[in-house]
């Protein structure tokens, strides 16, 4: 494991509009499991070779979760999006970059913007790349789905020691009708199910952010306590 640069940085809020965000950054490679899964624990993402989290000293809206597999159950409208999604190919594999996934990463952006106001800009190979390749070591992947022979989307998850972190996903918006954001979800549950994996960790939940509200759907869940360090025992309820 080598830590290349730890910092700090004041930004606009990614989540809440009119506040300010301070994040706490670690910049990683040849990162091991065991470290991936105590920072992910202690409620930092990873993008990349990058970790990070917020640390502002006077916010708490952004709350760390994580879904518990063990009791979760499956409601009828879930498996009535299971089963419209069974015809569906579903193949995992080490995360990789092709012309197919940056032009459903940026049509997904693109519906995003007109649909929620969400902020758009080109991406790049070399920006995907550092965001959703690089950093994948022993523990990162990507699970494609496709219809027939097309690909139509791609969830990017860390498999770790004791659970599921869900990192990124994206689709085709000709396909929204499948209702694949929830599909790829509840496929992370199966996943960890079959695999013996107690947790999918889901990163923050914001209340009053539209896109990471509906986090508290998925039940039974925990949150995190507080923000702590690394040889602080992690308190989830």
């Known amino acids: 494991m080598l830590v290349v640069q730890e910092f700090q940085s004041q930004e606009n809020c990614s989540y809440l509009k009119n506040k300010e965000q301070l994040t706490h950054y670690k910049v990683i490679k040849e990162c091991s499991i065991a470290y991936s899964q105590a920072l992910i624990e ?5 993008f990349g070779h990058m970790y990070f989290r917020p640390i502002c000293s006077t916010c708490n809206e952004c709350q760390s979760i994580k879904i518990d597999v063990k009791n979760f159950q499956f409601s009828k409208s879930a498996r009535r999006i299971l089963r419209k999604g069974e ?4 193949y995992i594999q080490k995360p990789t970059l092709t012309q197919k996934h940056l032009e ?9 913007h007109h649909k929620k106001g969400w902020d758009y800009t080109p991406t790049t190979p070399q920006h995907y790349f550092n965001s959703f390749v690089a950093g994948a070591e022993d523990f990162g992947y990507e699970v494609l789905y496709f219809e027939e022979e097309k690909l139509i989307a791609v969830d990017l998850i860390d498999i770790l020691e004791d ?14 009708h499948l209702s694949l954001g929830k599909l790829s979800l509840y496929k992370q549950i199966q996943l960890a199910e079959v695999n013996t994996k ?19 759907q998925y039940q039974p869940y925990l949150t995190l306590e507080g923000r702590p360090r690394e ?3 992690v308190k989830w309820f």
Not at 42 to 46: D, E, F, L, M
Not at 104 to 112: E, G, K, L, P, V
């Open 163 to 176: 659970g599921i972190s869900s990192i990124y996903f994206y689709y085709n918006p000709l396909y929204s």
């Open 42 to 46: 202690r409620g930092y993402r990873r």
């Open 198 to 216: 107690a947790w999918i960790y889901l990163g923050y939940y914001v209340k009053e952010c539209p896109s990471l509200a509906y986090k508290a």
């Open 87 to 90: 015809h569906l190919k579903i």
């Open 231 to 233: 040889d602080d025992e």
């Open 104 to 112: 459903i990463f940026d049509d997904y952006h693109r519906y995003m």
